[in-house]
């Protein structure tokens, strides 16, 4: 082997499925580091007096105190130190933008690779479920005092487990049949393996949260009525679940999707399981229409499914794209193709109304617009047609009115958004705090988790002390 | 689990009646709402409108038509069984008004879910004109209970052996030429609901419709129950499912419907094939 020319170590690669295998199925992709590797990686870190990488995580997990709990072998003892932070670090080592977090302000990426931190993350995530004896965060006195969480997505159910901990009575409402927002009807299986979703909730419910799902709040039962149920506070994290579409021409054929209802499909409702009843259209060439992580997840999906070509359509170019470079780059290994700087016209479908093609116009960047991105420009007499039977649309989501437009009393900004707080995520209405993306608009998991601490922090302040 | 305590097939093996056990769900339901129920972990989730609750007892009352697998494993839960997940109430209730002459016509299933909006209707203190159409005698559900409330009552079938022979739509002309109503209420299948929305057009008679698009989450979530409503695309599930009828686009919604058709026509085969395995098992143990 050659000699190392740099004092920096190399990272040390996450061990993956290869791609040609894993295209096929619907198992996880990194298959995580085992002991040795992880304190190797661990010996990385060079402990920095003025951690960097503290500063870019949105909760400011004590990063090099875990990572000098693994590089000496005290693994129990490190995930406790994340825990005192963040409670779904299973989760958040999986599906945070390190890139642009934690390991982009690492001090060693200046002159070479950042330490691995979200890989060493979820490695003592998954050694605790595996090793670690189960044994639960000591809950203080009970305070006799109800609190009602709202969506059970990272946002709720930071809330939930801050303020059970804390002696309150929690109740989790989920308006879908299983708990976890877009951990579980969103992020694919082979990102996200559910049952560690699964796991953390059953944690929670293990401290004493009262899971209620199948329950719509705003139709079922309404936040007033919450407390004249009896409930003292109230956290609303129902997410942004709102598809967006174009409004081009055919979307309404059979075949097109929004990336909710094709993910939805695909991960809460298993179609991809012969087991299970979920229909779905399965593609032969499918084109997916949007540059995030939502579409890279939907795009990988349909390759699972059995599509024989795959195509991700997005209007500017890749510098512009906001999908986690991990997540594009796993999404072109395994086959999907990208078609930058192009933008769909309308979708043709047959005479029983199913999908056959997309056209499209190529362009190019212009001046940069409102957001600071290069705006893309239509290049005239480049439209195309090429053959597509199914489309998903993946061109991000809005906030769902469902449960804010049977409440007036709580403030809106003009695009739906609850106005709530930053500091403490209180909104305009007495007793009603919110946070995760019903207040930012469609974000991450971990900036979700932190407006939930944020959000707890305030309630238990209130359950004490008052508005 | 939501305990069904009461199974009746009002048409045999075809249309059944499950009275569920699910107390907020009943204390909660205006007419014209549905829930979304799911029979097993591993199935799908399946919308049936609301055609009765009784929030003294907690129950709501669902009537359906065995049309493909999800439904045919529905009719085989019996009473004391029940089913995974029952989510509602959804979708918007109906506005009821005082308006006047009110015509209520339903057609087959749809029958069940205007019942409970035709009673509401009734005791809003309007007069009320039902037509009910059926395939036969066999398939006119709630004939008694919907004659009862009904000023004016006149069913009708294809074949001519309940009420007179014909369609709904030659009941409701008939009505028409006595006079002007305020307002028509239709729910049946498809072409029915837009062959009346058409008779009533040039008078612009106001007319509501239920629609029954597919649906999956039922909160706006997935967009799947996407309609045509005017120039507008709608979500059924939260912006319906009642729309004007003269506005929305039957056609699309008939294409729509059809999505699954034959991924559902092989489950059902397979699930056909299980049954009859399963008798045959039986039928050798016993
Ligand atoms: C496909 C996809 C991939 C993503 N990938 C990443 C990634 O790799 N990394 C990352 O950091 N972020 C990712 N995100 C974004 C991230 O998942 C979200 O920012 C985060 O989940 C928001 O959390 P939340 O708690 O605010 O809401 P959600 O996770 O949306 O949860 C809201 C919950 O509330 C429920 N609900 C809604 N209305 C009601 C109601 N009226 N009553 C009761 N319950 C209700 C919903 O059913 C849902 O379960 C992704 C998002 C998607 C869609
Ligand atoms: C708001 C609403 C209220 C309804 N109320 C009633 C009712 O009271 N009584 C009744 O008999 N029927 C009602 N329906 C229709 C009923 O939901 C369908 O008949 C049922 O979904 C058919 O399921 P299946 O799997 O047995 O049949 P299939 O037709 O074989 O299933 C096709 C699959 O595609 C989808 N699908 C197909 N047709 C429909 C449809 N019409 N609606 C929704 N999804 C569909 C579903 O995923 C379904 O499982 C209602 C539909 C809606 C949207
Ligand atoms: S910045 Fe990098 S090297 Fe410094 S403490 Fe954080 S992880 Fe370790
Ligand atoms: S059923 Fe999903 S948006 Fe209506």
Not at chain 1, 1 to 17: A, L, T
Not at chain 1, 61 to 74: S, Y
Not at chain 1, 185 to 195: C, D, M, Q
Not at chain 2, 207 to 233: E, W
């Amino acid at each position: 082997m050659q000699e190392k020319k740099s004092k920096i170590q190399d990272r040390h690669p996450m061990p993956e499925q290869p791609a040609n295998v894993r295209r096929h199925n619907f198992l996880e992709v990194p298959l995580g580091y085992g002991e040795e590797t992880a304190m190797a990686e661990a010996t990385r870190c060079i402990q920095c007096k003025n951690p960097q990488c503290v500063q870019g995580c949105p909760v400011a997990v004590p990063i090099p105190q875990f990572i000098k709990a693994i590089a000496e072998g005290r693994f129990s003892e490190g995930i406790r130190t994340i825990w005192e932070k963040n409670a779904l670090p299973a989760v958040c080592g999986r599906v945070c933008p390190q890139e642009s977090q934690c390991e982009g302000q690492c001090i060693l990426g200046k002159k070479g690779s950042p330490v691995a931190i979200g890989n060493l993350e979820r490695f003592l995530a998954d050694w605790e479920r595996k090793k670690g004896d189960g044994s639960l965060p000591e809950k203080m006195a009970a305070t006799g005092k109800r609190v009602a969480v709202v969506g059970s997505g990272p946002a709720g159910l930071t809330v939930a487990g801050d303020l059970v901990l804390k002696g309150h009575d929690v109740t989790l409402f989920e308006a879908f049949h299983k708990p976890g927002g877009v951990l579980v009807y969103g992020i694919p299986e082979f990102r996200l393996p559910k049952a560690i979703v699964e796991s953390e909730v059953k944690t929670l419910e293990k401290l004493g949260v009262n899971l209620v799902c199948n329950t719509v709040v705003g139709r079922a039962v309404d936040v007033k009525e919450l407390f004249e149920e009896g409930f003292d506070a109230v956290f609303v994290g129902v997410g942004a679940g709102l598809p967006s579409f174009m409004n081009i021409p055919g979307e309404n054929l059979i075949g097109v999707y929004s990336a909710n209802e094709y993910l939805t499909r695909a991960n809460l409702m298993k179609a991809y399981d012969p087991a299970y009843d979920t229909p779905m259209v399965v593609g032969r060439n499918v084109a997916v229409v949007g540059g995030g992580n939502v579409a890279m997840d939907a795009a990988r999906t349909a390759l699972r499914m059995g599509a024989e070509s795959v195509k991700i359509i997005y209007r500017r170019s890749r510098e512009e794209m906001p999908a986690r470079l991990e997540e594009s780059h796993h999404a072109e290994e395994e086959g999907v193709e990208f078609m930058l700087l192009t933008n769909p016209l309308r979708f043709d479908g047959d005479e029983r109304g199913r999908l056959t093609s997309v056209t499209c116009k190529r362009m190019e960047l212009g001046e940069p617009d409102a957001s600071g991105r290069r705006r893309p420009v239509p290049l005239d007499g480049s439209d195309f047609t090429m053959d597509c039977d199914l489309a998903i649309i993946a061109v991000g989501s809005g906030a769902n009115p469902l449960l804010t437009s049977s409440e007036p009393e709580i403030a809106l900004n003009r695009w739906g958004n609850i106005e709530a707080d930053p500091e403490n995520g209180k909104t305009s209405m007495r007793g009603v705090w919110a946070g995760g993306d019903i207040v930012t608009g469609a974000a991450t998991v971990i900036l979700a988790m932190g407006a939930g601490r944020k959000a707890a922090t305030s309630m238990h302040d209130f359950l004490a002390r008052g508005w | 689990m939501f305990k069904i305590v009461k199974r009746e097939e009002l048409v045999p093996s075809s249309v059944i009646l499950h009275e569920i056990h699910a107390p907020r769900v009943a204390q909660k339901t205006r007419p014209g709402q549905f829930v979304i129920v799911k029979a097993t972990e591993t199935g799908e989730r399946i919308p049936l409108t609301m055609a009765d609750t009784d929030p003294v007892a907690g129950t709501v009352t669902i009537i359906f038509m065995v049309v493909g697998k999800s439904t045919a494993l529905f009719a085989s839960l019996q009473e004391g069984e029940g089913y995974a997940d029952l989510i509602g109430p959804l979708g918007r209730a109906t506005d009821i008004e005082k308006v006047g002459h009110v015509v209520c016509i339903g057609g087959g299933t749809g029958i069940a879910v205007l019942h409970p909006i035709a009673r509401a209707m009734k005791e809003a203190g309007n007069r009320l004109t039902v037509i009910l159409g059926a395939r036969s005698a066999d398939f006119m559900i709630l004939k008694d209970r919907m004659s009862a409330l009904a000023d004016t009552f006149i069913s009708v079938s294809d074949d001519g052996s309940t009420g007179k022979k014909g369609f709904v739509t030659d009941a409701l002309q008939e009505t028409l030429a006595l006079g002007k109503p305020e307002l028509v209420v239709a729910i049946g299948p498809v072409p029915m609901m837009k062959a009346v929305s058409e008779m009533t057009r040039p008078d612009g008679i106001h007319t509501l419709v239920s629609l029954n698009p597919i649906m999956i989450d039922g909160t706006g979530m997935c967009g799947g129950c996407r309609v045509s409503v005017g120039d507008k695309v709608k979500f059924a599930c939260v912006d319906g499912p009642e729309f004007d009828g003269h506005a929305v686009d039957f056609d699309g919604l008939s294409q729509r419907l059809s999505a699954y058709k034959e991924e559902e026509q092989a489950a059902m085969e397979i699930h056909r094939c299980r049954m009859e395995a399963q008798a045959a098992n039986s039928d050798q143990q016993s």
